[in-house]
């Protein structure tokens, strides 16, 4: 009974932190746009323009949601809920924070403590292709089409890329255990100083996985309409837009717990967390939420300073600098590790 | 002859293109603190010009009469025919000491969606009784409402003083021969 309580809570409070800043990324995207370029941003509704994100989704769900007749009904369908799904997934084996005191019990704050952590992780965010992919066929038009195209192609690639950088973290940590790897960067340094290359790979790889500039190929306005999701309106636009918001910050929290020490701060250790009790807790949540929320603002100031890749230079970058880089940096930390 | 544009060799650094995503975040960065040059439309306004061209108006002088003879050359020049007049004689009341004075317009339609801004009206009424005045902000919900009569065209281009008063320097010269 305790189990299933704390779990839930667990569940209601990270994706609910999600999807909220999925919320408001594109309002702290707006802004930032906005004083990159010169402008204001949105200042109308609300102060400082802060409900605007809420009358945006008002908008969205009151928006005629209109299913073309040349699309295949049930890939339509089907396709925004697989953009959304595989990120909300991910989340669960994040950890959040450090252990909590509930009744005597302590409560590790990660949903689903999986020995296999990461490959969970890798598992969903490659079946995260299939929610483009679908939109792409299913709606049976030739923008979708290509942008699905140029997804699978671009979210393959870059996915070995991915799973590469992080091997060298697995070889420090000995543990494929998001927790063991969190709890390795508390007692040493953060994965950050010690896997420098991994982390920059995994960076730019997070780019491509999210479909971020300058790495939006499947979307590219300029070329593709909109690319996979031009046939989508209302709702089903909605969960797009908010699939790729959660992705984001999946990643943003991915990184942060592999190469930035999770909820580490540099001049506290796990037990000077335990010793503020359940402050200490709310604390190293904070501190994860602040980080990830750095890593994010990383992916809105990249975005308005990098143009688009061409796909033949995307394509060469993940499979002939990335991936050798990877493999580079595997022998590295393997040479360095030796006992 | 095709020019052959010689490719200067990458070194190591630039290759990595690092570096000058640095550099180009590090522009953007310092971009974030400059002030904003955007205007808050509705609260500031920007500055118009005196010789802006917006919607055309009909002045009067100081002394409260109206210009216009309906001569009709405005009406014959606009490109777009969005003028229209109605010409018709001096009202007794309205009648003025400005004794060559004989015609004066019934009324005065412009279309201000016909309009197209070119300011030929103004430059070709020998009267000087059309202006381009400074207003922008034209909209109404039913095209109707965009057609101006000559109440509003007067409303718009209100009194300017200063203009030339050929028709009182004439009766000036007639009350001079008469003596």
């Known amino acids: 009974m305790f189990d299933i309580a704390a779990s839930l809570a667990k569940i209601i409070i990270l994706t609910h932190t999600t999807l909220i800043l999925a919320m408001y990324m594109p309002w702290v995207e707006r802004k930032v746009s906005a004083w990159i370029q010169d402008r204001v941003g949105p200042n109308r509704v609300g102060y400082a323009g802060l409900l605007q994100p809420i009358a945006d989704t008002f908008k969205f769900i009151f928006k005629e949601d209109v299913v073309p007749g040349h699309v295949n009904k049930t890939l339509f369908v089907l396709a925004p809920c ?45 079946l995260a292709v299939y929610g483009i992919v679908f939109a792409g066929w299913a709606s049976n038009s030739k923008y979708p089409m290509l942008g699905g195209v140029r997804a699978s192609a671009q979210m393959i690639s870059y996915e070995i890329c991915l799973g590469l950088s992080v091997v060298g ?76 918001y959660a992705a984001m910050f999946v990643f943003a929290a991915l990184v942060t717990v592999l190469f930035l020490g999770g909820w580490d701060l540099p001049f506290m250790d796990s037990a000077s967390f335990a010793a503020m009790g359940n402050w200490g807790a709310l604390l190293g949540f904070a501190v994860f939420l602040v980080k990830s929320f750095m890593f994010l603002l990383l992916y809105v100031w990249v975005r308005f300073t990098l143009p688009r890749f061409r796909f033949d230079q995307l394509m060469n970058l993940g499979w002939k600098v990335l991936l050798p880089l990877a493999l580079v940096n595997i022998l590295i930390t393997g040479f360095l590790n030796l006992p | 002859m095709a020019k052959v544009v010689e490719r200067r060799k990458l070194n190591f650094w630039e290759e990595l293109y690092l570096p000058a995503i640095v550099d180009g975040l590090g522009r953007t960065f310092r971009q974030m603190f400059k002030p904003e040059i955007t205007l808050q439309y509705p609260e500031q306004r920007p500055v118009i010009a005196d010789d802006y061209r917006g919607a055309p108006g009909l002045v009067k002088d100081e002394e409260g009469r109206e210009k216009c003879v309906s001569c009709q050359l405005c009406e014959y020049i606009c490109p777009p025919k969005a003028i229209v007049i109605e010409p018709g004689e001096v009202s007794e009341e309205t009648s003025y000491d400005y004794s060559g004075i004989e015609k004066a317009p019934q009324e005065f339609y412009i279309d201000m969606l016909r309009c197209i801004y070119c300011g030929y009206c103004e430059e070709i009424c020998p009267e000087q009784a059309i202006f381009m005045t400074g207003e922008y902000e034209l909209n109404a919900s039913t095209r109707q409402e965009l057609v101006f009569d000559k109440a509003r065209l007067y409303k718009l281009g209100g009194t300017r003083p200063g203009l030339l008063k050929k028709w009182k320097h004439k009766d000036d010269g007639l009350a001079a021969e008469e003596h």
């Open chain 1, 82 to 126: 697989f953009a959304v799904i595989p990120s909300l997934f991910i989340l669960a084996v994040i950890p959040f924070g450090p252990a909590v005191q509930v009744m005597g019990q302590s409560v590790d704050l990660v949903i689903a403590d999986l020995g296999v952590g990461i490959l969970f992780v890798f598992a969903f965010s490659g």
């Open chain 1, 169 to 244: 973290i697995f070889m420090g940590a000995e543990s494929l255990r998001m927790l063991d790897i969190v709890q390795q960067q508390i007692d040493g340094s953060w994965n950050i100083f010690t896997q420098p290359l991994g982390f920059l790979i995994f960076a730019i790889a997070a780019f491509a996985e999210t479909n971020r500039l300058p790495f939006d190929l499947p979307e590219a306005e300029t070329e593709l309409v909109a690319g996979y999701h031009t046939e989508y309106s209302s709702i089903k636009f909605t969960m797009f837009f908010a699939g790729e």
